[in-house]
Structure formats: structure tokens, C-alpha cells
């Protein structure tokens, strides 16, 4: 007899998948935008591979040998030759462009004042439970005032974002330097966890160098099935 046990929901939080965690839940890597051969059977690697679970009654998933009312589907995923940056977070990556050092990736406030601004973190967490947004901002409008690292002695220059996904480095000299996903991704990567959460951020959840795409998932097939028309001939969505 299985006994069933219930709790209660308090929270839900989103985040966003690593690399690491899309290429562990995936079950195949997708190499190829064809779908079906020329006998309508899936082609391996392909955008319906059968490793992504079945639509067909009386086939078995390749990954967990079910049939398509019984295999819950699974993700694949794609491997981008170059990083591409994900749209939908492109005012958050300006932002800590703006705020973190371009060369240690430090928040641009002194030591001093950060640990001041951890101190009262941690006392709103306690006394409310949460910290406000009033409060992040703060602090990220006192990272703007610096055009100096106070942690390294780097100077900083001028982030502009050209949309949707252009940014540009203007160097006091006049000078104009595009930043290429690649660039960005690596100077997200050194802002430390403790920054960011000073910032707002929970780098367990979400790291921002996660928005800088290198791997896409792949959604299983139940998900974006075919589409089969009156002339026999499957149609993707």
C-alpha cells in the first residue's frame, strides 16, 4: 500500500538552466533540422528523434521503452557553435555590465560600504523576511557613481546597448569597442555570488552568465507534435 503525503506549497521560485543542467537532463544531442526520412520513420539526431519520446501508438520511446500513453517524454538538446545572447535578458546583463568592474567584476563600491550594505541585508531578512526592491536599487545606483574600480583600480567605460542584442564599450579616448556574447559571458562569469546578491540575485537559481546562451534544450516530441494534413504529408510547427 502506498501511503500519499502532503505538504503545503509556500513559494514558488524561477530560475534559470545552466549549460551543465540542460546537457544532463538531455538524452541526445541534435545535430540535424530534418525530422523524417523518406519511409516517415525519425531520423537519429534529428528534431524528432526517437530518443524524445513517440507519438505513435505502437512505438516504443527509444529512451525508456514505453509507448506514447505511458513515456513522459524527454529533452534533447542543441550546442551552439558560438554563445548567443538571450533577448529576454538584455536589460539585465547591461545593467551589471554597468555596475561590476570590466576587468575584476567586483560591484563598484569599496569594501567597506559593501560590507555595510551586507550588515543591512541581512537585518530586513531577519526582521521581514525579505529585502525590497528599493533596497537593491540602491545599491546599484551607487555602483553607477564610480568610474573607477575601487577593488582593482580599473577604469570603466560607457555601456551602450544598441538593440536588440548589440552593446558597445566607449573608451574615454573616443574609441568604440563592439562586446561579442563571448566577451560578455566571460566578464559575467567573474562577478563573485556574494555580489550579486547584494544585487538582487540568487546565484544559485540564476547566474547571469547563463542568459549568454551556449546550449539550447530540446523539448520533447509531445510537446510540438506533427501535424499530419489531408495529403498524408506531416506538417512541423
Keep these: 500500500m502506498v501511503l500519499e503525503t502532503y505538504k503545503n506549497v509556500t513559494g514558488i521560485k524561477f530560475g534559470l538552466l545552466s549549460p551543465h543542467e540542460i546537457r544532463k537532463m538531455s538524452v541526445v544531442e541534435i545535430r540535424t533540422a530534418d525530422t523524417y526520412d523518406e519511409d516517415g520513420l525519425p531520423i537519429p539526431t534529428g528534431l524528432m528523434d526517437s530518443r524524445l519520446g513517440t507519438l505513435e501508438p505502437r512505438q516504443r520511446c527509444a529512451t525508456c521503452g514505453n509507448t506514447a500513453t ?12 558560438v554563445p548567443i545572447i ?9 545593467e551589471l555590465l ?9 560591484i563598484l563600491i569599496p569594501t567597506d560600504k559593501v560590507e555595510e550594505f551586507q550588515n543591512r541585508m541581512e537585518q530586513l531578512k531577519k526582521a521581514f523576511g525579505e529585502v525590497s526592491k528599493d533596497f537593491f536599487d540602491s545599491i546599484k545606483k551607487e555602483a553607477r557613481k564610480r568610474s573607477e574600480c575601487p577593488h582593482c583600480g580599473s577604469t570603466q567605460y560607457r555601456i551602450e546597448l544598441i538593440k536588440p542584442t548589440s552593446f558597445y564599450e566607449y573608451q574615454k579616448d573616443g574609441g568604440v569597442t563592439r562586446l561579442d556574447p563571448s566577451i560578455i559571458r ?3 562569469e567573474r562577478i563573485p555570488d556574494e555580489d550579486l546578491k547584494l544585487l538582487g ?4 537559481l540564476a547566474r547571469p552568465e547563463w542568459a549568454i546562451l551556449q546550449v539550447l534544450p530540446v523539448p520533447p516530441v509531445y510537446v510540438r507534435p506533427s501535424i499530419t494534413l489531408e495529403t498524408g504529408i506531416r506538417s512541423e510547427d
Design 70 to 81: 505511458s513515456c513522459p517524454g524527454h529533452f534533447g538538446h542543441i550546442e551552439f557553435a
Design 201 to 204: 540575485y540568487d546565484p544559485s
Design 186 to 188: 566571460s566578464r559575467l
Design 86 to 94: 538571450h533577448i529576454g535578458f538584455v536589460k539585465y546583463i547591461q
Design 98 to 106: 554597468t555596475i561590476t568592474c570590466r576587468e575584476c567584476g567586483r
